[in-house]
């Protein structure tokens, strides 16, 4: 089983700052199937990133996934007031399909 | 307009069975691999059942031997068959698609309790 471990837990910063969240594997995630989502309070996740590094549509481009293998990162150039919410790595490469534990981006 | 929806969530004994349904749209159904994903209030995302466009079925440890997911290509629609259910399984229930696009329903409460 691919466990993924997301770092740091919770994330203080304030708006216009770069926020940096990271997305580990222990072991290699093939053909980069690895997906990071955004989550609000009440709503379903929304897909922001897919392949590692595609954004889907309809997401800002200050939002960016990179990385390969077993590590990967999710960008958010500028934080903008609906970007505070709960970000998930998924891999979609092989079974179980798993998720990391999960960002918290909170205002400071 | 590409959407996933589900329903059948509720309230249920412990022991009881539920059967979910999601019926899909705007995108080819039968080409996608098709996912069940829960989250209890409060915690992560938990995948539970995966069916291939072929058919091959995936479970968690936590749902194997309990839980049965199955679609109908000419319906559009995936299932999760529910049975023996325990009060740990109470969560939202997500479908979601996972394919040249990722695709996830709104979800579905199911509550076990007595």
């Known amino acids: 089983e691919i466990v993924l471990t997301q770092s740091p837990g919770t994330l203080s910063l304030s708006p216009g700052e770069r926020a940096t969240l990271s997305c580990w594997a222990t072991?290699?995630?093939?053909?980069?199937?690895l997906a990071w989502y955004q989550q609000k309070p009440g709503q379903a996740p929304r897909v922001l990133i897919y392949a590692a590094s595609i954004r889907a549509t309809g997401v800002p481009d200050r939002f960016s996934g990179s990385g390969s293998g077993t590590d990967f990162t999710l960008t958010i150039s500028r934080l903008e007031p609906e970007d505070f919410a709960v970000y998930y790595c998924?891999?979609?490469?092989?079974?179980?399909?798993?998720f990391g534990q999960g960002t918290k981006v909170e205002i400071k | 307009e590409v959407q996933l929806v589900e329903s059948g969530g509720g309230l249920v004994q412990p022991g009881g069975s539920l059967r979910l349904s999601c019926a899909a749209s705007g995108f080819t159904f039968s080409t996608y691999d098709m996912h069940w994903v829960r989250q209890a209030t409060g915690k992560g995302l938990e995948w539970v059942s995966a069916?291939?466009?072929?058919?091959?079925?995936y479970y968690s440890d936590s749902v194997k031997g309990r839980f049965t997911i199955s679609r109908e290509n000419a319906k559009n629609s995936l299932y999760l068959q529910m049975n023996s259910l325990r009060a740990g399984d109470t969560a939202v229930y997500f479908c979601?698609?996972?394919?040249?696009?990722?695709?996830w329903g709104q979800g579905t409460m199911v509550t076990v309790s007595s």
């Open positions: 979601a698609a996972l394919g040249p696009i990722i695709i």
């Open positions: 072991q290699s995630v093939n053909n980069n199937y």
């Open positions: 998924q891999q979609y490469d092989r079974s179980p399909w798993t």
């Open positions: 069916i291939g466009a072929a058919g091959d079925t």
